[in-house]
């Protein structure tokens, strides 16, 4: 029988995360303020000045230099670590691509924001799936148990060998950024055990390489070709980490996707992130009226887990996606991807675009939406304005 | 093949023996290839070289190999002075010696990247930054920069420059780092001995290299050190240290603060195709900014 090693506490999502990176000892973080992610920066500053994390705090002048730094310490061997929101993910775009172009080891964890114009600070993941072609690990936190989890489990991810992917891991801003909850956090044995120090440098003087010289047509393909067969390889690695940490928490950890009551659901939601929550009251609440519903969680976005999506989908009548951003001209992404997921398997894909800029979605929203499907009003695309 | 490195990275292998290979992908005539080849024999083995986007970038090879001897971290545009900072404090945390170097050129120092040069004086990184300015942007094919000289052509100032020069040297002393210099490629022993200098002192420091480009200041290959020597002559490029606050002019400069002493620009001017446009009153502003320059540096001096 395993013991479970945690001991139980109360904080901000942002106090979560930075606890978790405390734990995960990084050498250098470049850290640069932005609404909602600076009370994350404070506290790792503090934990720094305190001499409870020994590492180097870059304080950049802008998110641009906060992914140049981290990429550089990384480059040379270390444990990184940065976090951003909004405009400040797309502020540091040019180097998000870059990183993960290079597959350096990185872990950013981004508070989501809706992004201006208009200005607006409140939540939409907008900013956070802009980034979805940038050869980096996508990972979406439910809660702030969930953002502590993640946090720690993205660093090994990242490192390991079969890996070498930058992640990025999104949690939904204020909502989860502000909000205290209920914590259970590793003992930091554990998570040394866990979690062993990061092995390797590019920098080599002995045997020096030219890291991120221009490579001619062929070359290009052909590195690009490789880094699609390590982001698709990486799904089997995160199921696997995803175990493991079951097994030290007892908590259990979903890997890919998370399957709420679909086994024999008719017609399921697919969420990702903080509104996870909502949707899986709401499914409880229609199970209580005995409605044949489901919830199905997308916990990793990149890799994309198309093959586990059509795995637990497979029965169901219809699929109704939420997203809280949108490919304008196009539609909700994660709409868009399920339906991409579930080519030719018959299964209607509605899409529902809700919360963006922050705007209210409640259980109530999700039990609404299922019910109209249920009785019959299919739509493709609706947003949820009123 | 270390370790240390994993198999994704392996086939970017350095394979110069020497500083910096001869047979690079250089312009004739361009001097990046000796002034990285002064540069690494000052600094050694233990040196990391942060690239970004510039003709260097180039220079440096490709994914098959690179000419130089040393690590080469290649870096975006705006990057390099950040990019540098990292690894600078992780050389730091994993208690190595090694020095970090930027090698950027005036686009990327002046104009895209000067925030972030900026930025990691302000904080005072431990490392050494080398702007090679060949006044515009070369590698992208002679578009003018912030530090493009006052009438000076390129092709987008098919006219000539009707802007000054960025003073960039002087906007870094003003941030108080323990070092500022500025060089040129023809006094090769004054520019090694500032290397020298800037090796053994820690934190942020600076020196400002003047690098003639044949094909983008239109003068035949046969002549880079004769401009970059008439550029020290006629006082265009002073040659000077700051180190911790205290100016001085080095080698030839420092008999130049008597203007009669000077050469008149033309003899800067004349050598080159790009300032062909310049009527005789943009030459005397030309001139007149030289000396205003001076009257400057007189105060420098003084302090």
């Known amino acids: 029988m395993m013991t479970v090693q945690n001991h139980v506490t109360a ?9 978790a990176v405390k734990q995960a000892k990084p050498s250098v973080l470049a850290v640069f303020p932005i609404t909602p992610q600076t009370t994350m920066l404070e506290k790792l500053a503090e934990y720094i000045e ?7 705090l ?3 002048e802008g998110e641009h230099s906060a992914m140049a730094a981290v990429y550089g310490a990384a480059v040379a061997g270390a444990r990184v670590f940065t976090a951003t929101s909004s405009q400040g993910l797309l502020y540091m775009t040019e180097m998000v691509y870059w990183v993960g172009g290079e597959r350096v080891p990185i872990v950013n964890a981004v508070a ?6 208009p200005w607006s600070i409140w939540d ?24 502590y989890d993640m946090t720690l489990q993205a660093f090994r991810i990242s490192e390991d060998k079969r890996v070498l992917l930058p992640v990025m891991m999104g949690f939904d801003g204020f909502i989860l950024t502000h909000t205290m909850e209920r914590l259970m956090v590793l003992d930091d044995e554990i998570v040394d055990k866990f979690l062993p120090p990061r092995e390797f440098s590019l920098i080599d003087f002995k045997d020096p390489v030219n890291v991120g010289p221009i490579a001619a047509p062929d070359d290009y393909m052909k590195i690009k070709y490789e880094t699609m067969k390590a982001i698709n390889g990486s799904k089997a690695v995160i199921e696997e980490i995803s175990k493991d940490y079951e097994k030290i928490t007892g908590r259990k950890q979903y890997g890919l996707v998370e399957c709420y009551m679909c086994e024999d659901a008719e017609y399921v939601f697919t969420t990702s992130g903080a509104w996870t929550g909502d949707a899986r009251e709401a499914v409880r609440r229609l199970r209580n009226q005995g409605k044949k519903v489901g919830l199905l969680k997308i916990r990793v976005i990149r890799p994309f887990p198309k093959e586990r999506i059509k795995e637990v989908l497979k029965g169901v009548s219809g699929v109704v ?9 196009s539609g909700g992404v994660l709409a868009t991807e399920v339906k991409a997921s579930l080519y030719n398997s018959g299964i209607e894909v509605m899409s529902v675009i809700a919360g963006i800029g922050g705007k209210d979605v409640r259980p109530s929203h999700f039990q609404r939406v299922m019910e109209d499907v249920l009785n019959g009003h299919k739509f493709e695309e609706r947003w949820l304005n009123e | 093949m270390s370790e240390l490195v994993p198999e ?11 500083h ?15 002034e990285l080849e002064l540069l690494l024999e000052v600094m050694g083995k233990k040196t990391v070289l942060v690239v970004p986007a510039s003709c260097s970038t180039v220079i440096m090879g490709d994914i098959h190999g690179s000419p130089s001897q040393v690590p080469v971290i290649h870096s975006a545009f705006a990057a390099s002075a950040a990019i540098a900072s990292g690894i600078s404090r992780q050389l730091r945390m994993r208690g190595d010696d090694a020095k970090v170097v930027v090698w950027a050129g005036d686009g990327a120092t002046g104009d895209i990247g000067f925030a972030t040069v900026s930025g990691a004086a302000e904080r005072n990184e431990d490392i050494i930054y080398v702007c090679y300015d060949n006044e515009a942007f070369m590698n992208t094919g002679i578009q003018r920069s912030s530090l493009t000289p006052f009438g000076a052509w390129t092709t987008t100032t098919p006219t000539g420059k009707r802007e000054f020069k960025k003073p960039v040297p002087f906007i870094m002393i003003e941030h108080k780092i323990p070092y500022v210099a500025t060089a040129s490629i023809a006094y090769p022993f004054d520019y090694q001995a500032k290397l020298r200098k800037a090796k053994d002192i820690q934190g942020f420091r600076y020196i400002h290299l003047l690098s003639p480009c044949p094909p983008g200041w239109r003068f035949d290959s046969s002549l880079t050190i004769e401009v970059a020597k008439v550029a020290v002559e006629t006082g265009v490029w002073p040659l000077f240290e700051v180190v911790n606050g205290e100016f001085s002019l080095t080698g030839l400069s420092k008999t130049l603060l008597d203007k009669s002493k000077r050469k008149p620009v033309e003899e800067y001017l004349k050598l080159q195709g790009r300032f062909d446009k310049m009527t005789k009153d943009d030459v005397r502003a030309f001139q007149e900014a030289v000396d205003s320059m001076w009257e400057y540096i007189k105060q420098l001096v003084k302090k």
């Not at chain 2, 910096?20 to 001097?31: D, I, L, T, V």
Request: glycine letters at 6%; one cysteine or more; aromatic letters at 12%.
């Open chain 1, 11 to 19: 904080m901000v999502g942002n106090h979560a995360v930075a606890y």
């Open chain 1, 321 to 329: 996606t939420f997203d809280r951003e949108y490919s304008f001209g």
């Open chain 2, 8 to 18: 994704y990275i392996r086939r970017k292998k350095v394979i110069s023996q020497q």
């Open chain 1, 50 to 56: 305190k001499g409870e994390l020994k590492a180097e």
């Open chain 2, 20 to 34: 910096f290979f001869r047979g690079n992908a250089a312009c004739p005539g361009c001097p990046i290839p000796k």
């Open chain 1, 58 to 60: 870059i304080k950049v």
């Open chain 1, 124 to 147: 939409d993941h907008q900013d956070f799936f802009s980034k979805r072609d940038a050869s980096w690990i996508m990972m979406m936190a439910e809660n702030v148990q969930d953002a």
């Open chain 1, 112 to 117: 989501t924001r809706a992004i201006a114009e």
